[in-house]
């Protein structure tokens, strides 16, 4: 990810929270393309005492542009941004700027808990959930806690092999199955076995089903 290279290591000297302290005021940062999730995240959350500012970005380029800028201690972040996956920008926070919580918000509670450690975040926020939720689990990661509700994560049971995780990603780059058998060196007839097992794990019917949900777990950039 060029456009986030720069940067790193940045770190403010106010830049992390002191957990002697409840919760001191927070600068948040809302990564969503839907405007009126946006809109209302923040407007919800600059009402809270404990929020210094609340700022927005609708890509993943002027988040992390915002971001170098402002220095947020708190990041609420889409899984999925003007089709880029979040867990992208998830992973350059944690090592460009490793003293940013990241939050994965989600759509329909399908990020494993695993996959959202792995990549930095400190929780998953349903955008479905309560105002009162959303308040509560942000005031919590502000404090020093990590948030991954039960009932918004989905069980961490996608494994993939490595031949399949080979396979997935060939797929999803728009290789055709010849292609794929050419590359990888097996027979056509194996390809078309590895990709049901993999279209069965992922819960999905076709290549472009598969594609959405690869980037929305992480697997693929």
Request: hydrophobic share 40%.
């Amino acid at each position: 990810m060029s456009a986030l290279d720069s940067g790193k290591n940045q770190r403010p000297a106010d830049g992390r929270v002191d957990r002697g302290e409840r919760c001191r005021p927070q600068r948040v940062l809302v990564v969503d393309d839907h405007e009126l999730t946006q809109a209302g995240l923040r407007a919800v959350l600059a009402r809270e005492d404990w929020v210094d500012s609340c700022l927005g970005a609708a890509s993943v380029e002027a988040a992390w542009s915002i971001a170098r800028r402002h220095h947020p201690q708190i990041v609420l972040l889409s899984t999925s941004v003007q089709g880029r996956p979040g867990l992208e920008l998830c992973r350059a926070f944690r090592e460009h700027m490793p003293y940013v919580k990241v939050m994965l918000m989600s759509n329909d509670g399908t990020v494993p808990a695993s996959l959202a450690r792995a990549h930095g975040a400190v929780g998953i926020l349903p955008k479905q959930s309560p105002i009162s939720g959303i308040v509560a689990s942000v005031r919590r990661v502000a404090e020093g806690g990590r948030v991954f509700p039960k009932g918004a994560v989905a069980p961490d049971s996608v494994q993939l092999s490595r031949r399949e995780l080979d396979v997935l990603r060939y797929l999803v780059s728009g290789l055709s199955n010849p292609e794929v058998a050419a590359r990888l060196n097996l027979s056509r007839h194996t390809v078309k076995q590895h990709t049901s097992v993999v279209y069965r794990k992922l819960g999905v019917r076709n290549r472009a089903e598969a594609a959405s949900r690869a980037q929305v777990l992480g697997l693929v950039a």
